[in-house]
C-alpha cells in the first residue's frame, strides 16, 4: 500500500478546517514492479468475475494484452474495448469515445480497467459512473495527475467540462511499464505537477477574494507534491526507475489531494483553463491534439509571468477613486494587499519553470506546441469563462482590463 495514501487518509480524520472531505475509498495503491500482477490478484480476490479492459490500440499492446492473460489465467472473463481515434489518429474524451465504451460494456460487468493515460481514464471514469459500476486503474505512463481523481474532464458539444463522478477502487502502476513511457509522456506528466505552481496561487486568491472553499491540508499535499518534483528534477530527467518513481508517485499525492477535496482547485486554476481552451480550439477546426500536461507547462509560465505584471494592476484598480458596482470586491484585494503580492512575490519565476521542462525533455513555449500568437492572446482573454472560479485572470478580465 502507498505509504502517503495511508498518512492522508489520517491527517483527514484530523483536519477541521470546516470543509467536507471526501473518504478516501480507494482500496490499494500499488506503484512496483510487478503491479499487474498485484492488479490480478486483486479482482480475484474482490470476487470479480466479469472484466472489461478498456484501452486504445496503442496501450493495449503496452499493458492491456498481458493483463487480459493474466486474467484469463486467473481464470476471469475478460472483453475489451478499444477506443477509437479520430480523424486526426487521436483518442479524445468526447461523447463518441464515451457513448462506444457504453455500447461496448456488457450489462453483467463487475468492473472496468482504465488501461491507459488521462484520456482513456476519463472515458472509463465517466462511462463506469453512469453504469454505476467500479473502475480500477492502470496508468501506463506518468502523465497526468488525475489517474485516482473524481473529476472527469471531458468534451461535450466541442466544450471541455469536467464532471465530478468517482475514483477508481484500486490504482496498480506498474514500473515495468511506466520505465518504458515515452519521453514526452513523462515530460508531460512534470508538466502537469509543475502547474500547481499557478493553480496553488489561484486556489489561495480565490478563497482571500472570493470565498471558495480552502483546505489548509489539501493545499500542504499539493505543495509537497510540487516540491518533490521540483527538488528532484534532475533524476527524473534521468528517467530511470527512481526518477519516474518518484514523478508517479507525486501524480497519485496530487489526484488525492483533489480527491480528498472533491475539487480540482488544488491543482487547477487558470494555467489549466488556457489548456482546455486551446484544446478546443485544436478540436473544432479539426488539428491534432497536445498532450494535457506539455500545454499545462507552457501555459503555467505565461500565467506566471501575467500574475506578476497583473497583482499591480489589480491593487491599483483597488485603490482607485472611480465609482464602482464592485466595492466589497475591492475592499477585500485591499484588506489583503500584502497577502496577494506575497503570494505573487513568492510563485518561481516562468524562466525557472522553463528550465526544468527542458531539463526533463519538454516543449517549453506556445511556438513549439504549434499554438498561434491570436489563439494564445484570445485565451488570455476568455479562458477564465471556461469555469466559475475567482482566478487572477478571472478578476483581471472582468473587473480591471475592462
Given at each position: 500500500m502507498n505509504k502517503s495514501f495511508i498518512k492522508f487518509s489520517n491527517q483527514a480524520k484530523q483536519c477541521h478546517c470546516g470543509n467536507r472531505h471526501y473518504e478516501l475509498t480507494i482500496d490499494r495503491v500499488e506503484i512496483k514492479k510487478g503491479a499487474l500482477e498485484d492488479a490480478v490478484s486483486y479482482v480475484i480476490s474482490k470476487q470479480l468475475h466479469h472484466v472489461v479492459i478498456v484501452a486504445d490500440e496503442i496501450t493495449y499492446k503496452v499493458a492491456g494484452e498481458k493483463l487480459q492473460s493474466l486474467l484469463e489465467a486467473g481464470t476471469i472473463h475478460s472483453t475489451v474495448s478499444i477506443v477509437r481515434v479520430d480523424d486526426q489518429n487521436d483518442v479524445v474524451a468526447n461523447e463518441?469515445?464515451?457513448?462506444?465504451?457504453?455500447?461496448?460494456?456488457?450489462?453483467?460487468?463487475?468492473?472496468?480497467?482504465?488501461?491507459g493515460s488521462g484520456t482513456i481514464h476519463d472515458i472509463t471514469r465517466m462511462v463506469s459512473y453512469k453504469m454505476d459500476k467500479p473502475f480500477i486503474s492502470v496508468p501506463?505512463?506518468?502523465?497526468?495527475?488525475?489517474?485516482?481523481?473524481?473529476?472527469?474532464?471531458?468534451?461535450?458539444?466541442?466544450?471541455?467540462t469536467t464532471f465530478q463522478t468517482h475514483a477508481p477502487i484500486a490504482v496498480f502502476a506498474d514500473m515495468n511499464i511506466l520505465v518504458q513511457a515515452p519521453r514526452d509522456m513523462i515530460a508531460a506528466g512534470f508538466g502537469d505537477v509543475l502547474g500547481k505552481v499557478t493553480s496553488l496561487v489561484?486556489?489561495?486568491?480565490?478563497?482571500?477574494?472570493?470565498?471558495?472553499?480552502?483546505?489548509?491540508?489539501?493545499?500542504?499535499?499539493?505543495?509537497?507534491?510540487l516540491h518533490t518534483c521540483i527538488n528532484n528534477?534532475?533524476?527524473?530527467?534521468?528517467?530511470?526507475?527512481?526518477?519516474?518513481?518518484?514523478?508517479?508517485?507525486?501524480?497519485?499525492?496530487?489526484?488525492?489531494?483533489?480527491?480528498?477535496?472533491?475539487?480540482?482547485?488544488?491543482?487547477?486554476?487558470?494555467?489549466?483553463?488556457?489548456?482546455?481552451?486551446?484544446?478546443?480550439?485544436l478540436l473544432?477546426?479539426?488539428?491534432?491534439?497536445?498532450?494535457?500536461?506539455?500545454?499545462?507547462?507552457?501555459s503555467t509560465q505565461i500565467i506566471a509571468d501575467l500574475y506578476k505584471?497583473?497583482?499591480?494592476?489589480?491593487?491599483?484598480?483597488?485603490?482607485?477613486?472611480?465609482?464602482s458596482t464592485n466595492q466589497s470586491l475591492k475592499n477585500k484585494v485591499l484588506e489583503n494587499e500584502v497577502e496577494i503580492t506575497n503570494l505573487i512575490g513568492q510563485m518561481i519565476d516562468s524562466h525557472q519553470v522553463k528550465e526544468m521542462i527542458d531539463l526533463v525533455g519538454g516543449k517549453t513555449t506556445y511556438e513549439e506546441?504549434?499554438?498561434?500568437?491570436?489563439?494564445?492572446e484570445e485565451s488570455v482573454k476568455e479562458a477564465h469563462n471556461l469555469r466559475e472560479r475567482f482566478t487572477l485572470l478571472y478578476i483581471y478580465n472582468k473587473y480591471v482590463r475592462s
Open positions: 463518441t469515445s464515451i457513448g462506444q465504451v457504453l455500447l461496448e460494456v456488457p450489462k453483467q460487468t463487475d468492473v472496468l480497467l482504465a488501461v501506463t505512463a506518468p502523465s497526468v495527475d488525475g489517474f485516482n481523481s473524481m473529476g472527469a474532464p471531458v468534451v461535450i458539444n466541442g466544450v471541455k489561484d486556489w489561495r486568491f480565490g478563497h482571500i477574494i472570493g470565498d471558495e472553499p480552502f483546505c489548509p491540508l489539501v493545499y500542504r499535499m499539493t505543495e509537497d507534491a528534477v534532475e533524476r527524473i530527467s534521468t528517467l530511470t526507475e527512481e526518477g519516474i518513481k518518484i514523478l508517479m508517485e507525486a501524480l497519485i499525492n496530487s489526484g488525492l489531494a483533489m480527491l480528498l477535496f472533491g475539487r480540482s482547485h488544488p491543482a487547477s486554476g487558470a494555467e489549466h483553463h488556457l489548456s482546455h481552451y486551446w484544446e478546443m480550439e473544432r477546426t479539426n488539428r491534432k491534439q497536445i498532450l494535457h500536461g506539455a500545454k499545462v507547462g507552457v505584471e497583473f497583482v499591480f494592476a489589480i491593487v491599483d484598480y483597488a485603490k482607485g477613486n472611480k465609482e506546441l504549434a499554438i498561434e500568437q491570436p489563439l494564445l
